[in-house]
């Protein structure tokens, strides 16, 4: 299963060697082709942090069959619980998957960019913690949204189209000219983006600081509202049974 996460990847990589060997040009918007490989490569790695399958979902199936009524009746935090479930999920999966990437990343490894310098490689490991605090806090507030509307599967659909574009997953956000400017202030780049950016040495040591100050915002701030939102949901749920 491992494995077929990376056959969207080597599908890209064929085809940006086509447009790159079309164009005849030695760089496009600022990469170049071993850029281009190295970024999806990288990119991968920060999705496969940030992205949290079933997590939304699993909310809103627990409020809409009434299962919450374990986190209400019990002293368990429910945001809290999810988090750490997650958060050992993660650890297992990264156990298993780390001889597969390891072996994908030794195939390509004259496309990848020389070993980071200790301040970039922390900046790197710091963006992926920050990666999976913002992606587990989005999809968290968006199953949170159950407890006003019981069917949120189509949000959840349009959610992960909009954040498999606009994190940088798709293509990188460079590409994207002046709509990529705007984007550049959502937090869906940190996601995916930022942290590939951050080894390919996109950028200067006061941007980074300034980028990794604007994650730990977004984190700060997706933290208070699917609090607020918790504590007004479960104010306003009902449910019958034992």
């Given amino acids: 299963a491992t494995l077929v996460r990376f056959l969207p990847i080597v599908t890209q990589i064929f085809l940006w060697g086509a447009i790159f060997k079309s164009t005849a040009a030695p760089t496009l918007n600022g990469y ?44 368990i935090d429910m945001l809290g619980y999810l988090f750490w479930h997650r958060v050992a999920q993660k650890l297992v999966c990264y156990a298993i998957a780390a001889g597969p990437f390891a072996l994908v990343f030794f195939v390509c490894r004259d496309y990848l960019p020389g070993w980071p310098d200790a301040t970039t490689a922390a900046a790197w490991g710091a963006s992926l913690v920050l990666a999976f605090l913002i992606g587990f806090l989005i999809e968290s507030l968006i199953g949170l949204i159950a407890f006003w509307f019981l069917e949120v599967e189509s949000l959840i659909f349009i959610y992960m189209m909009m954040n498999f574009f606009l994190s940088g997953h798709m293509i990188p956000l460079d590409y994207l ?44 701030v997706f933290f208070v509202v699917n609090r607020v939102a918790f504590a007004r949901g479960v104010r306003r749920y009902g449910a019958f049974g034992g």
């Fill in 32 to 75: 170049s082709y071993e850029n281009m490989v190295s970024y999806y490569l990288l990119a991968m790695v920060a999705r496969a942090f940030s992205s949290m399958p079933g997590l939304s979902s699993g909310i809103t199936r627990d409020v809409r069959d009434g299962t919450i009524k374990k986190y209400l009746t019990q002293p």
């Fill in 177 to 220: 000219g002046q709509f990529g400017e705007w984007v550049q202030f959502l937090p869906f780049k940190y996601l995916a983006y930022f942290p590939a950016a951050v080894l390919l040495g996109r950028y200067s040591p006061a941007d980074l600081a300034r980028e990794l100050t604007f994650a730990a915002g977004w984190v700060a």
